[in-house]
């Protein structure tokens, strides 16, 4: 291999300042959950999110388990991924959960004060069938808190709010 291909594939490796915008989720957070699964009120659950820097810090790795509890998810745990891709200039996702067996890819920017990141995806409606777009949004509060929002685009066009979670360090 040329040194010119060898110093290309190396520079993709290295991290950036995108990668330490993720530094404050890393730690362990107590999460209050609240799903609306239809008109009304959400239906309120609380766990825990322990994330960590994977690869070398590359990666944030997020690993969430639900407090015991009542409703839809009793067993509820999740796992996802997180970061910068240096190539195509965007952050990158997946989530997968226990509640499902499909991942849930996302992309997207964090906004001019380097708080706000909105991330898209799309995902099979299980009613339907059709094409449904997912849009998150996560807001950096401070190093102890963010939040994050889950909307769902319906093939209908409706966008409808179906998650939020507040984080707080533990």
């Known amino acids: 291999m040329s040194d010119e291909k060898q110093n290309a594939c190396a520079g993709i490796a290295e991290t950036g300042p995108e990668h330490k915008r993720l530094d404050p989720?890393?730690?362990?957070f107590k999460a209050t959950?609240?799903?609306w699964m239809g008109p009304g009120d959400p239906h309120v659950s609380t766990g825990v999110m322990a994330n960590k820097w994977d690869l070398g810090g590359r990666f944030l790795q997020q690993t969430y388990k639900g407090d015991p509890g009542a409703g839809p998810f009793p067993d509820f745990e999740g796992r996802?991924?997180?970061g910068y891709n240096t190539i195509d200039k965007r952050y990158?996702?997946?989530w997968i959960?226990?509640?499902s067996t499909f991942m849930q890819p996302e992309t997207g920017h964090v906004d001019a004060s380097g708080k706000v990141w909105t991330?898209?995806?799309q995902m099979t409606d299980p009613m339907s069938g059709g094409v449904m777009k997912k849009r998150s949004v996560i807001?950096?509060?401070d190093k102890d808190h963010h939040s994050?929002?889950?909307y769902f685009t319906k093939p209908d066009g409706n966008e409808m709010r179906v998650m939020e979670i507040q984080y707080a360090r533990a």
């Open 25 to 28: 989720f890393v730690g362990t």
């Open 119 to 121: 991330m898209k995806g």
């Open 139 to 141: 807001t950096l509060k």
């Open 80 to 82: 996802g991924y997180w």
């Open 33 to 35: 959950v609240k799903m």
């Open 97 to 99: 959960d226990s509640a």
């Open 148 to 150: 994050m929002e889950l």
């Open 92 to 94: 990158e996702g997946f």
